[in-house]
């Protein structure tokens, strides 16, 4: 397909932005900027998925953290959509642009999950999304969607000449930065990561999961939704003006039990919102009672409610509480993680 003189300008802007200097801690915000000069969309995000562990991350270009909180408790949900469970979304996206309509209809994507914790609050019908990278267990996806029309050839052109760009350029960073904690969504580190904060410039948080907060106060971080003072100089001395570029790679905080707390800063916003990843050692996990030890012993070899009430001879609501509870210990949000956790630990 032959693009405008305009189309081409901006593809154009995409590509040389990608190439001025960053790190990785830069690149999520990069290229969702690099995406929206390309081509207009309502939300641009990038998507950190590992689907053999359940878990689904985001990064957004807009405010939308009360909209992601709730997909975030429905990520099975979400895998189990046309093309997820099996990969071959990922696959597809690989060779180019692709979007959840091309696995299903309009009306089978309103029945997900998807449909229901963030398309439908933020307004968006249509979606265009390709890999920047790719390996067995781990998929990076940057996606553009919108509310007034669907996408078509020659949006999915210019998306599709953008996308050996964004690989070349993540290839690069990777180089430069092996250990930065984005590249490292395995199960071990999965486990030991509480979450996300995500905070203005002045510290106050805009978004964290209750688990996050709760596991913080365990080990005697007082936060009163403000982030601590060394966090802030932290944050502010990594996003400084004169140096905009380089972030430092993570601050080590000593918890009441003198162990170490991890903050690692993802990226910083240009109008002034910051996303942490926040890695808390397991020992802030308050302990399981000696039921919820049995309950997790099959929880983590992946039983149903159902089955493990009758293994135990109990009832289905006893072991609905039981499970409840040790995902709040665990401070994990579905049984998926919580499941990966548990047999991390017994190796």
Known sequence: MNLSSSELTRLNEAILSLYTPFGLSELPDRF??????????????ISLTSPANGTVDAMLDQPAHAALAALSAHREDLLAMPGFSDGSFYLRADGGPVSYLDFMDHK?????????FL???????????????????????ISTSRGGSQYGDT???????????????????????????????????????????????????????????????????????????????????????????RVPPSLSVRTKGGEQLSLHHLHAR??????????????VSRPLSRREEDVAHWLAQ????????GILEVSP??????????????MVENRTTAAVRLRSRRH
């Not at 309103?110 to 449909?115: F, I, Q």
Request: aromatic share 6%; glycine share 6%.
């Open 32 to 45: 969702l900027r690099a995406t929206r000069l390309a081509m207009a969309g309502d939300l641009t995000h």
């Open 108 to 116: 089978r994507l309103e029945s997900t999950a998807l449909w229901e």
């Open 302 to 309: 992946g039983k149903t409610n159902r089955e493990i009430a």
């Open 155 to 245: 949006e999915r052109t210019m998306l599709a000449l953008l996308q050996p760009h964004l690989r070349q350029r993540f290839a690069l960073a990777v180089m430069a930065e092996p250990d930065h904690p984005l590249l490292h969504m395995d199960s071990s580190s999965i486990a030991e990561a509480a979450g996300h904060i995500v905070c203005d410039a002045d510290g106050h948080i805009l978004f964290a999961p209750d688990a996050t907060l709760e596991s913080l106060q365990r080990a005697g971080i007082q936060h009163g939704n403000k982030l601590p003072d060394e966090w802030l100089r932290w944050i502010n001395g990594g996003s400084a003006k004169t140096d905009p570029v």
């Open 119 to 141: 398309c439908r609050p933020l307004g968006i019908a249509w979606d265009l999304s390709v890999n920047f990278h790719r390996t067995d267990s781990l998929f990076f996806t």
């Open 317 to 330: 609501s006893t072991v609905k509480h039981h499970v409840a509870s040790i995902l709040d210990k665990l």
């Open 270 to 283: 240009a109008e002034g919102e910051h996303h942490l990843l926040v890695e808390l050692p397991a020992s």
